[in-house]
């Protein structure tokens, strides 16, 4: 990108309104993207990788959903297929992307689903309710998407750099978990996240004593199926009052 678009972009009051969006969560994520550079490093990750999977995966909940199956000596597809299974919400982000972003290139689309995260998701959704391309979206969705990954990225190194100068007394472990329920908490706006958290929570606690940190497959599998079976069961309601409005 050159100077000039750059600076294009920063003065457009859409960039700066998603980027002004973002500041109420990004305290919470710095938290999380500190808590998670540290974790890498503690679990014996040399710091050139960890930074690595930070830019590359820039994936926090996935990344701190295997992590302690790294540090267990999880087998390969376990850990891999946790980290599958922690982002198949994005599956159900894309196709709603679709409605808004369908018309722009492919390489564009591609860096979009990069930089997109569950934040932004919510943000913007709130900002363009309508599902169709309008004007300010794709500068909204970079300013917000800017402010997430600067807000990550950089406590995340930040993190991985000073891992063996933080002592674990610091209880940065807590100070994550903190972040990640205020970040959460922000998130539940319908029956169905509401369901899929209560789920989780009980299918974790429930599975506890599996070996290899397996609770946590068990529940991301059992919340997602428990949100997927509550908005197929909202939808057949809607529908259900639609045809009874109309046959009235």
Not at 14 to 30: N, S, V
Not at 59 to 75: E, R, T
Not at 213 to 242: H, P
């Amino acid at each position: 990108m050159s100077r000039e678009a750059l600076r294009r972009w920063l003065a457009d009051p859409w960039f700066r309104l998603g980027a002004r969006d973002m500041l109420a969560t990004c305290l919470g994520i710095a938290a999380w993207g500190l808590v998670t550079g540290v974790a890498m490093v503690k679990i014996g990750m040399p710091p050139a990788l960890a930074v690595f999977m930070s830019l590359v995966v820039y994936a926090g909940s996935a990344q701190l959903a295997v992590l302690p199956l790294m540090a267990a000596g999880a087998p390969l597809w376990v850990v891999w297929l946790t980290a599958t299974c922690v982002n198949l919400r994005f599956v159900i982000f894309s196709s709603m992307w679709r409605s808004y972003f369908a018309h722009l290139p492919r390489r564009q689309r591609l860096w979009l689903g990069y930089f997109s995260g569950d934040v932004i998701f919510v943000s913007f959704m709130k900002r363009f309710a309508r599902p169709e391309p309008q004007p300010g979206q794709v500068p909204y969705f970079w300013g917000a998407a800017s402010a997430n990954w600067l807000a990550w990225q950089v406590p995340s190194i930040a993190g991985i750099v000073l891992a063996n100068a933080i002592p674990l007394s610091w209880g940065l472990g807590f100070a994550g978990v903190l972040a990640l329920l205020g970040i959460l908490l922000s998130m539940l706006g319908d029956r169905a996240s509401w369901l899929a958290t209560l789920v989780a929570c009980t299918a974790a606690i429930a599975a506890f004593a599996l070996p290899l940190k397996l609770n946590i497959l068990v529940a991301i599998a059992a919340a997602v199926a428990a949100g997927l079976a509550a908005e197929a069961a909202e939808r057949a309601l809607r529908r259900a009052r639609q045809r009874s409005g109309e046959g009235a």
